[in-house]
């Protein structure tokens, strides 16, 4: 980062990648709940709680529970009543706000003018985009779908949005793995690639996105063992023409067509 802090090619910093927020607003407060009794961020929750409910017995009452102690709150099965739910929606955005206004303000502190562009989402709910929202420049998501166009943000929030990932493989060529998402050949490959660039520059919050990877991954696979057929180039750094023509071709066209989106 010391870097690219005041570079002026450096537009700003994603800040961790793929974290898990839970496919539900609740679930993150659920399992802040349900954590060691000394962990911090159930220490908050618990916290956050008797500032609401003053007293164990007024949470009981409202919650459906019983319990004798507050140290006991969350552990074991929680009730599935609306109260409890909201709640524990409220803890969920209460967490994602924290992990956000804490990277916000270091970064901007640490690298004035540059851009906060967020988690780079691959699993989310409204609660931690929402959260998101008040605090980055720009949100980011990790998209591996077909296209963008059915890319929604929770109701109300308008704010920029930068693919952080995106892929295409196939396997007529190069690689034995196909990556997150498959084309039948390389033409089909560089067209599946148009079409999700095009519906980024169709999309009005969409201001970027980036294609994972530049090279194909390894044959005997990196770390992971992840070996897929998702380069521009191959791994002796050779071209594949048919994705070659297709960037020239957006290249030429991608500036009237986010001017003319239908």
């Not at 990277?103 to 409204?126: K, M, T």
Request: overall charge neutral; proline content about 5%; charged content about 25%.
């Amino acid at each position: 980062m010391r870097t690219a802090i005041g570079d002026p090619w450096c537009l700003g910093f994603f800040v961790h990648n793929e974290l898990s927020w839970g496919n539900h607003a609740h679930e993150l407060g659920q399992a802040a709940l349900a954590s060691p009794i000394d962990q911090p961020a159930r220490t908050v929750a618990v916290a956050a709680l008797k500032e609401k409910y003053t007293d164990l017995a007024t949470l009981n009452s409202s919650w459906g529970t019983s319990w004798s102690r507050w140290e006991e709150v969350g552990l074991g099965n929680l009730p599935t009543n609306s109260r409890v739910r909201a709640d524990l929606e409220q803890l969920t955005s209460r967490i994602a706000e924290e992990y956000f206004r804490v990277i916000s303000e270091v970064l901007h502190a640490r690298a004035p003018g540059q851009l906060y562009l967020g988690c780079r989402f691959a699993w989310r709910n409204d609660a931690a985009v929402r959260a998101a929202a008040k605090f980055c420049d720009v949100i980011s998501f990790n998209s591996y779908t077909e296209t963008l166009d059915g890319l929604r943000l929770p109701e109300g929030v308008d704010k920029p949005v930068i693919i952080g990932e995106f892929h295409f493989g196939a396997l007529d060529r190069g690689m034995f793995h196909t990556g997150l998402r498959s084309a039948r050949d390389q033409a089909e490959r560089a067209q599946k690639f148009a079409q999700y660039v095009r519906s980024g520059l169709r999309h009005p919050n969409v201001v970027g996105v980036h294609w994972f990877q530049y090279w194909d991954q390894p044959t005997t696979g990196r770390a992971d063992g992840e070996n897929y057929q998702i380069g521009l180039v191959d791994i002796a750094d050779t071209p594949y023409p048919e994705m070659r023509e297709a960037a020239r071709l957006l290249a030429r066209e991608m500036y009237l067509l986010r001017i003319r989106p239908h």
